[in-house]
């Protein structure tokens, strides 16, 4: 009996545009539906070892709210390789800054698999501070968390 697995081709892989509003969702959960859907985990063909992501669009960054204590005691580490490199800044300090971008960035990258498709998912994250995007072309479908 001649058994074969069926895998989605580059060029069959069809990717949808997704759109989240950043100052209606807590981001936590955000995140982790972004990371699904640049993985490609909405899709009934989905491989882990195939790249078959969507596109993520997440406008609003800049009125980002965290729930609880989160704004006050979250920080976000880089360390840049050397001794002594490494920097912490407070989330609320950064949302101060207009860097709401990174964190969301930083989050979702925090929730994607650390594997050689990483770099792949995060160029099709587009985040933008405000309503403004110029993505309406593809008619991005608007997501919601529940």
């Given at each position: 009996m001649n058994r074969t697995t069926w895998v989605n081709k580059k060029t069959e892989t069809r990717r949808d545009y997704f759109l989240f509003d950043a100052s209606e969702q807590p981001i936590g959960r955000m995140a982790t539906k972004i990371a699904e859907l640049l993985m490609g985990k909405n899709r009934a063909d989905y491989a882990p070892n195939v790249d078959q992501g969507n596109f993520v669009i997440v406008i609003n960054a800049d009125k980002l709210q965290l729930s609880g204590h989160k704004m006050e005691y979250s920080s976000l580490d880089r360390y840049s390789g050397y001794q002594g490199g490494r920097k912490v800044e407070r989330v609320k300090d950064l949302i101060k800054?207009?860097?709401s971008k990174y964190v969301i960035e930083h989050v979702v990258r925090?929730?994607?698999?650390?594997?050689?498709?990483?770099?792949?998912?995060?160029k099709r994250?587009?985040?933008?501070?405000?309503e403004i995007h110029p993505h309406n072309a593809q008619k991005p479908i608007k997501i919601s968390i529940e």
């Open positions: 800054k207009n860097k925090g929730m994607l698999p650390d594997n050689k498709l990483k770099a792949r998912y995060m994250l587009k985040v933008y501070g405000t």
